[in-house]
């Protein structure tokens, strides 16, 4: 598998902070996603990425941006965190033959 | 990207063929179908991807009609391990891009 990683892995914060997320890839992968994941719905796409500085959005995206200065690293920041954005964060990258490849995740609990 | 059409849940018996279905009427001809499945908690996970031709690999088999309109993922032997929702996505291979998941299909696989 792609060697992602997520972090954190765990972070309780409070209502009103900011809160970035970090997702770091190290196999050179041009196309980098991030999606949330809540009971009851499937994965739902926040933001996602292109390639360095080129970014858009996905089907969530209100409440969070992204920057991807780097190949290697895209990160989704919560500008002011609600208990709404309480979800487990998912990074995903693309690589050759279409495959899609998944960090571990981040559990985000916004109190 | 086309939508897909997954029913929300399946029983699968041990030792069994496990049949998910996916319809994708408004595939267009240079969409390609991918599978991927996500185990609880974890980052999804690819399968198999196919565009007209049956595909087959170390974990499951793909079958599409021939008007590409739907397809079938086939577990041959379904395991307890096997037990995960799964997804059917249809996109343009080689391109970034809004990667739109839907609810997906949750496999239980039952002794």
């Known amino acids: 598998d792609a060697g992602i990683t997520q972090s954190p892995r765990h972070k309780v914060t409070e209502t009103g902070t900011p809160v970035t997320l970090r997702c770091h890839q190290t196999e050179n992968h041009r196309y980098m996603y991030w999606y949330r994941q809540d009971p009851g719905h499937g994965l739902r796409l926040i933001h996602y990425?292109?390639?360095?500085?080129?970014?858009d959005k996905g089907e969530v995206s209100d409440g969070y941006s992204v920057s991807r200065s780097k190949t290697e690293d895209f990160l989704l920041t919560l500008e002011s965190a609600t208990s709404s954005q309480t979800s487990v964060y998912f990074c995903?990258?693309?690589?050759?033959?279409?495959?899609?490849?998944f960090g571990s995740g981040t559990q985000l609990s916004v109190l | 990207d086309a939508k897909t059409t997954q029913p929300p849940s399946m029983d699968c018996a041990e030792g069994r063929a496990a049949n998910l279905p996916c319809n994708h009427s408004?595939?267009?001809?240079?969409?390609?179908v991918y599978w991927y499945r996500q185990i609880h908690s974890q980052g999804p996970q690819y399968i198999i991807h196919?565009?007209?031709n049956n595909e087959t690999n170390e974990m499951a088999s793909l079958i599409i009609t021939e008007d590409r309109k739907s397809s079938t993922l086939i577990l041959p032997h379904a395991t307890l391990r096997d037990t995960a929702v799964y997804y059917c996505?249809?996109?343009?291979?080689?391109?970034?891009?809004?990667?739109?998941f839907g609810q997906g299909t949750e496999l239980s696989v039952k002794p």
């Open positions: 996505i249809v996109r343009v291979p080689n391109q970034g891009g809004k990667l739109i």
């Open positions: 995903a990258t693309q690589g050759a033959v279409e495959k899609l490849f």
């Open positions: 196919g565009l007209k």
């Open positions: 408004t595939i267009s001809g240079n969409e390609y």
């Open positions: 990425s292109y390639g360095v500085k080129d970014t």
